[in-house]
């Protein structure tokens, strides 16, 4: 059997290795430098995938990783890595995206990514975890690469009251009940109450029996606040909750430094998009503070601007903050928080981005600064457009490094200038990084 040295791991958490004859191996589990022994799994044209015999020679960084699931689970593929170690490989993830792009520029600004912000928490981050139900009623993950569930008990990346009513709900037999109808079950902790809300998607539309089974299940978890049925030919439904004044609505309180310490209060309704970790999401707004840098005189657009999580903090700095963003429950958030900050000069509509974009063009509107922060696929048909609404400073947030470098290579294209680069762990134990990069107009 031969032995193969990792030479990095790359986007996805594989580590890369190549064969004497030059075939690319990638292995899951590895880290840069390991000298291993490996078995090939799948054996493709242009390259094949390993799984580790043995370890010849560890890296330093190397732990045992705690999560009892670990060998099946799919989500976790740098839980054997120390987290500082975590951290410079996802900064090396980011640096080879831009140097292999083949654009000069891009390979100049990998000189200008920063060293990634650490998590405020390794473990136990996530306000929100999404479980899979078999059609024996079993809850869990995917296994890696495969239809098939890994059962779980407990998932050290969820919050501990999120872990709690996992725990809780195996004892009662309406849950067990539920699962048989059901193909999912999301668990959503309320940041402001630290209640759980549960959401299941039913396989077909909710009965009256069902109903009556969630208010039982709601009434023996303390920690449960609110039970939902939602399915793929149905909206959601409430189907049990403790506190109806307060409806479908998740809410937060912080207070962002930028803002010497005023208190952004932000809600989000249960179906609609918050980032899973909360406290990294503060410190990913403060860097979008810092990189805007708005002057109270300045204009903002927020493209894709969701509930207004840059919107509102920006809004407090800015003379005015105009947001689009397709989904309604989102703009619909956004609307109240403006309000329920006490916030006049924002300014959200429901609309398709590339449209609102073809529409402020038209118009003859432009802005001091424009945030884009589009989902994981990127937006690189909007980036002439940008060029024509944005004067001074563009930041663009992404989750993707590989979708990130197309689209910087976009913006490149059109004039802009990239000034600085930040990762941001927003996942600890796995490959994903965000990027938060700030752009600037070329001079004429």
Same mark, same amino acid.
């Given at each position: 059997m031969?032995?193969?040295?990792?030479?990095?791991?790359?986007n996805?958490?594989?580590?890369?290795?190549?064969?004497?004859?030059?075939?690319?191996?990638?292995?899951?589990?590895?880290?840069?430098?390991?000298?291993?022994q490996?078995?090939?799994?799948?054996d493709?044209k242009?390259?094949?995938?390993?799984?580790?015999?043995?370890?010849?020679?560890?890296?330093?960084?190397?732990?045992?990783?705690?999560?009892?699931?670990?060998?099946?689970?799919?989500?976790?593929?740098?839980?054997?890595a120390?987290?500082?170690?975590?951290?410079?490989?996802?900064?090396?993830i980011?640096?080879?995206?831009?140097?292999?792009?083949?654009? @000069? %520029?891009?390979? =100049?600004?990998s000189? $200008?990514?920063?060293? +990634?912000? *650490?998590?405020?928490?390794?473990?136990?981050?996530? &306000?929100?975890?999404?479980?899979h139900?078999?059609?024996y009623?079993?809850?869990?993950?995917?296994?890696?690469?495969?239809?098939?569930?890994?059962?779980?008990?407990?998932?050290?990346?969820?919050?501990?009251?999120?872990?709690?009513?996992?725990?809780?709900?195996?004892?009662?037999?309406?849950h067990?009940?539920?699962?048989?109808?059901?193909?999912?079950?999301?668990?959503?902790?309320?940041p402001?109450t630290?209640?759980?809300?549960?959401?299941?998607?039913?396989?077909?539309?909710?009965?009256?029996?069902?109903?009556n089974?969630?208010?039982?299940?709601?009434?023996?978890?303390?920690?449960?606040d609110?039970?939902y049925?939602?399915?793929e030919?149905f909206p959601?439904?409430?189907?049990?909750?403790?506190? @109806? %004044?307060?409806? =479908?609505?998740?809410? $937060?309180?912080?207070k +962002?430094? *930028?803002?010497?310490?005023?208190?952004i209060?932000? &809600?989000?309704?249960?179906?609609g998009?918050?980032q899973v970790?909360?406290?990294?999401?503060?410190?990913?707004?403060?860097?979008?503070?810092?990189?805007?840098?708005?002057?109270?005189?300045?204009?903002v657009?927020?493209?894709?601007?969701?509930?207004?999580?840059?919107?509102?903090p920006?809004a407090?700095?800015?003379?005015a903050?105009?947001?689009?963003?397709?989904?309604?429950?989102?703009?619909?958030?956004?609307?109240?928080?403006?309000?329920?900050?006490?916030?006049?000069?924002?300014?959200?509509?429901?609309k398709?981005?590339?449209?609102?974009?073809?529409?402020?063009?038209?118009?003859?509107?432009?802005?001091?600064?424009?945030?884009?922060?589009?989902?994981?696929?990127?937006?690189p048909?909007?980036?002439?457009?940008?060029a =024509?609404?944005?004067?001074?400073?563009?930041?663009?947030?992404s989750?993707?490094?590989?979708?990130?470098?197309?689209?910087?290579?976009?913006?490149?294209?059109?004039?802009?200038?990239?000034?600085?680069?930040q990762?941001?762990?927003?996942?600890?134990?796995t490959?994903?990084?965000?990027?938060?990069?700030?752009?600037?107009p070329?001079?004429?």
């Amino acid at each position: 059997m031969p032995l193969l040295t990792i030479e990095k791991v790359i986007n996805g958490g594989y580590g890369l290795t190549k064969t004497d004859e030059g075939k690319i191996v990638l292995i899951p589990g590895t880290l840069p430098g390991e000298e291993i022994q490996t078995t090939i799994h799948q054996d493709k044209k242009g390259y094949a995938t390993g799984k580790i015999k043995k370890i010849v020679t560890a890296h330093d960084g190397r732990i045992t990783p705690p999560c009892p699931y670990i060998r099946n689970c799919g989500g976790c593929n740098l839980q054997h890595a120390t987290a500082e170690l975590q951290l410079e490989i996802k900064e090396a993830i980011v640096k080879e995206s831009l140097t292999r792009s083949g654009k @000069p %520029e891009l390979a =100049k600004a990998s000189a $200008l990514i920063q060293a +990634p912000i *650490a998590s405020p928490q390794d473990f136990f981050y996530r &306000q929100r975890i999404r479980l899979h139900i078999d059609e024996y009623g079993r809850m869990g993950f995917r296994q890696h690469q495969s239809h098939d569930i890994i059962a779980i008990k407990k998932c050290l990346l969820a919050s501990p009251q999120i872990n709690e009513v996992l725990t809780a709900l195996e004892e009662h037999e309406e849950h067990g009940e539920i699962c048989q109808l059901a193909s999912q079950l999301e668990l959503i902790l309320n940041p402001a109450t630290e209640q759980v809300q549960l959401v299941y998607l039913l396989k077909r539309k909710s009965r009256p029996a069902d109903t009556n089974r969630a208010k039982r299940l709601g009434e023996k978890i303390a920690s449960v606040d609110c039970i939902y049925f939602i399915g793929e030919n149905f909206p959601l439904q409430s189907a049990y909750c403790k506190t @109806p %004044e307060e409806g =479908k609505v998740l809410s $937060l309180d912080y207070k +962002p430094q *930028a803002l010497a310490g005023k208190k952004i209060s932000m &809600q989000w309704e249960v179906n609609g998009f918050c980032q899973v970790n909360i406290k990294q999401n503060v410190q990913m707004i403060e860097t979008v503070l810092a990189f805007a840098d708005i002057r109270d005189e300045e204009s903002v657009l927020d493209l894709f601007c969701g509930m207004g999580n840059f919107s509102i903090p920006l809004a407090c700095q800015a003379k005015a903050v105009t947001g689009f963003e397709g989904q309604g429950s989102a703009i619909r958030s956004a609307k109240k928080n403006a309000l329920n900050n006490g916030l006049d000069n924002c300014s959200f509509y429901q609309k398709p981005v590339h449209k609102a974009c073809a529409e402020l063009i038209a118009d003859k509107r432009v802005y001091d600064c424009v945030i884009i922060d589009p989902p994981r696929q990127g937006a690189p048909e909007l980036a002439g457009q940008l060029a =024509k609404l944005c004067q001074k400073r563009l930041i663009y947030i992404s989750c993707d490094p590989a979708t990130l470098t197309r689209d910087l290579a976009e913006l490149s294209k059109q004039g802009f200038q990239i000034k600085k680069i930040q990762p941001i762990d927003m996942f600890p134990q796995t490959y994903h990084i965000e990027n938060v990069v700030l752009l600037e107009p070329c001079p004429q």
